[in-house]
């Protein structure tokens, strides 16, 4: 079945560093991306998404490309700042009639002053 | 106040005890979902409904049942509780269409000893 596989954290960053999660997926048919974020206390809320192949979703500086050669959704951001210390979720939809989702495991981030 | 209402948001609990948590949401939406959250295992979907009328099970529903009483409400019961149930466990709704966006609620952490 679909599934999505990413980067075990956790990702200790200084502020200002650049940021790298890795996402990959396997996806029988042509699946949107999505990458959501969990703020310490609160519940998943969407950060960006992408649709089709070659989009790029972006959001609050946080960027990623689906790339369906290399099946693939990687989070980038130039420069974290403390406030980006959260959980990300990589998951996928094939926004069929159920609008499920899955997700990966997650992975914890920590901005450090 | 939150969009997506979760109540009680920690619950602690011995085994065989029956828990039933709520979800009420001011969205409007008509689909609403829970999952449960384990460290390691990201999120997985045990119950889901697009009306009152239709409930479906997700891939864990074994152990849980749900009732849809309105529109706004939807509630997911643990008949006898069990250790491996502790988790945090979170609702979601979403409007129709299949745009893959969820709205999350602040999540109830369960214990059960």
């Known amino acids: 079945g679909d599934s999505v596989t990413q980067m075990e954290g956790p990702v200790t960053l200084s502020e200002e560093a650049f940021l790298t999660i890795n996402c990959t997926y396997t996806a029988t048919g042509y699946p949107s991306l999505f990458w959501y974020v969990q703020y310490p206390g609160e519940g998943l809320q969407l950060l960006l998404k992408?649709?089709?192949?070659?989009d790029k979703g972006s959001n609050k500086g946080f960027e990623a490309t689906y790339r369906k050669e290399t099946t693939s959704f990687h989070l980038e951001k130039g420069s974290v700042q403390v406030s980006d210390s959260a959980v990300y979720f990589c998951?996928?939809?094939?926004?069929?009639?159920?609008?499920?989702?899955?997700f990966g495991t997650g992975t914890l981030l920590a901005v450090q002053p | 106040d939150a969009d997506v209402t979760q109540t009680p948001r920690n619950r602690i609990t011995k085994t065989g005890k029956r828990i039933m948590l709520e979800c009420s949401q001011t969205k409007g939406h008509d689909r609403m979902y829970w999952y449960r959250q384990d460290p390691g295992l990201g999120l997985r979907l045990i119950y889901y409904s697009f009306d009152v009328k239709d409930i479906n099970k997700g891939e864990i529903s074994d152990g849980y049942s749900v009732s849809r009483q309105a529109q706004a409400k939807f509630s997911l019961s643990l008949e006898s509780a069990i250790p491996n149930q502790t988790a945090l466990y979170f609702c979601a709704t979403s409007p129709l269409g299949n745009t893959g966006e969820l709205f999350f609620g602040e999540g109830s952490r369960l214990t059960v000893l």
């Open positions: 992408a649709t089709k192949a070659d």
């Open positions: 998951a996928l939809s094939d926004l069929g009639a159920t609008n499920k989702l899955i």
